[in-house]
Each structure stands twice: as structure tokens, then as C-alpha cells.
């Protein structure tokens, strides 16, 4: 049997990311599309779990940009051309090996980011018109505001959506043998062959560090202006 090839991938920081939104994601769809969630006012917890989800997503966005070199988005977005022949050869079961997100995953979960971006988002100017308004509900008017309510429920049902695509790919990609779960667990991937998207720079350690510190605190405030 031939030896696998042991490559890491997901940094720590992504790997928090990630479960942490699983996390925040489920709590806050709990508290909308649960009846009789035992808690006292969930529409404040649904609340809450969108603060954090914006503190995430504003983490993600700038790891994106400054992060190791798999977690940042031009390592993993392909052109239009390049995705479509990824799709027809996934279908063949012919596809490449890819250390990062494939061609097809990597449209995915900017798709993802920028759903969960609007959800969040547009909940900040939100009220149930009983027990909660959001921070910035009535900045723009009542009738921005009940256009962003329906879009923010709309954008609720392409989120369950999505979600499933994800999961629909994680099986997927278990049958073809490449177990995402774990590796978005322990941070290596373990594949047959070299992969196409193999990247051999690498940022200093401490340049990572003070880059994932500075991501932090700014998530980290935009969290806490919303909480309090």
C-alpha cells in the first residue's frame, strides 16, 4: 500500500474558527426555528450568537487576507474555467488532489461567508417588536427595515440550504477518501499524491502570531460593542 502524504493545512486559528461557528450558527438557529427553546427571551440568545458570529466572520474575513497560506482566499478561488472542469471531472471520479479547498469548495465557502455575513449583519437592524431591538434597528427607516427582515428570513432558508451542500460534500469526500472532518480537526491532511495547490512559502511564526492577534482584538471589539 502506498504511504500517504501527511500535509498540514488548517492552522489552529481556522480550526477555532470553524468550530466555533458551528457552534454559534446552530445556537442561533435554535432560538429562531425551535418552538419552546428553554430559554427565558430567545430572541436575545438569537441575538448574541449573531454578535459572535460577526466576530468570527470579521476574523475570518481578515484571515483571509493576512492568514498561513491555506487560509487565504486566493489560494483557493478559481476561475470560472478552472471549477467548471473540476465539476465535469468530479463526476468522472477523476478529479485532482487538493491540499486547500477544491475549486468547487473554495466558491462554496465564500458563498457561505457571504451568506452568514448578510444573516448577521442584517440582524443588527432588526426588532421583534416586543422584547429586543437590535443596535442599529431604525437607522434606516421602517421600510428598510421590514426589506431587510424578509431578506434576512429568506437569506435564513438559503443558509439550511447551504449548510446541506456542505454536508452533502463532506460525504462525498469521505467516499473518495479524503475524511474532511478530521482534518479539519487535527489540521493534516493525508493524501495519496502530491496535490496540485501544494504551497511551499511559509510566514515566520511570530508574523503569524501578531497577525492572529491583531485579527482578534479587532473581532474582539466588534463583539463587544454589539453585546453591550
Known sequence: MRDKLAIEVWDGWIRLFHWGLVAAVLISFYTTKTSGAPFLFPI?????????????????????????????????????????????????????????????????????????????????????????????????????GNQLRTLHQLNSDLLIILIGLHLVGLIMHRLLGEPLVVAMLVGTKRLHQQPVDARKER??????????????????????????
Open 203 to 228: 510566514l515566520q511564526a511570530a508574523t503569524l502570531r501578531l497577525r492572529a492577534l491583531g485579527a482578534l482584538l479587532i473581532a474582539a471589539g466588534a463583539v463587544l460593542w454589539l453585546w453591550f
Open 44 to 144: 436575545e440568545v438569537h441575538a448574541q450568537a449573531g454578535y459572535l458570529v460577526i466576530g468570527l466572520l470579521v476574523f475570518r474575513w481578515l484571515w483571509g487576507a493576512l492568514g498561513s497560506v491555506y487560509a487565504r482566499f486566493k489560494t483557493f478561488l478559481y476561475p470560472p474555467a478552472e471549477t467548471v472542469a473540476y465539476a465535469k471531472s468530479l463526476f468522472k471520479r477523476q478529479t485532482s488532489v487538493y491540499a486547500s479547498h477544491n475549486p468547487l469548495g473554495g466558491w462554496m465557502v465564500l458563498l457561505m461567508l457571504l451568506s452568514l455575513s448578510f444573516q448577521a449583519v442584517s440582524g443588527l437592524f432588526l426588532s421583534d417588536d416586543v422584547f429586543f431591538q437590535a443596535p442599529l434597528y431604525g437607522v434606516f427607516g421602517e421600510a428598510v
